[in-house]
């Protein structure tokens, strides 16, 4: 079993049309570089990949609160909110994936609907509840609040007075984390940006399973900007 910590150094320069993100990606186990992480700003169509000295840049264009994703094959994908990152430089941790040895019976990769697993996602403080329906009631109202009291309506978008209801799709993974976030509905970058952000923050939960395995689902949420949002 193998277990490594990446660090990965960024640096911002500013001009007038948007910022350039560049940094490096390296082993923290023996500090070599890690040449094709897959970096992409979310909701945009901008993406890059670290060259074989692990070095990057990205070009992102100001004016609405930026979420960026690492990911490499055999390592966690880690979500980066540039807008809560004031240094001009941040280390950022990226735990690497526990590598075991492969099992007897294959895993089930497959993602299922809330309707076909036996058992579905359970919310932290959910536990307690009587049946798996009594469960499920929590896990909705819980994830609804959750959203309800951590989104931030984006001080741009309140500026151009944008309001919608914004569609996000996610899945609960075999670990209970949340994974595979996207904007099913959703007109403008600077809502959908938001609105993906606090759904990539939501806590890590009990997964869903089936035939007695933890198994992957997808979910669901709306995130609603209106006039009245803080």
Known sequence: M???IVIL????????????????VLDKSDNTPIADVQIKLIGKSASTKTNADGDF????SLG??????????????????????PEEEIKLL??????????????????YDVKSVDSKPIYPGCELKGTESDKFDCFQVAVAKYISNNTN??????????????????????????????????????????????VWSLPIMTPAKKNGENVKMSYQVPVQFSAGCS
């Open 2 to 4: 193998r277990s490594s």
């Open 153 to 198: 309506y984006p001080k741009v978008a309140k500026k151009k007075k944008l309001e919608e209801l914004v569609i996000v799709g996610f899945e609960i993974n075999f670990d209970g984390k949340v994974t595979g976030v996207e904007i099913l509905r959703g007109r403008y970058d600077e809502l959908n940006s938001e609105a993906m952000r606090v």
């Open 94 to 111: 990226l735990a690497s994936l526990e590598i075991k040895e492969a099992p007897s019976v294959l895993k089930d990769l497959n993602t």
């Open 9 to 24: 150094f960024l640096a911002f320069f500013t001009n007038l049309d948007g910022q350039a993100l560049k940094g490096r």
């Open 57 to 60: 840049d990205l070009f992102i």
């Open 64 to 85: 609405y609160p930026c979420l960026v994703e690492f990911s490499r094959s055999g390592y966690q994908t880690h979500v980066l909110n540039l807008a809560e990152q």
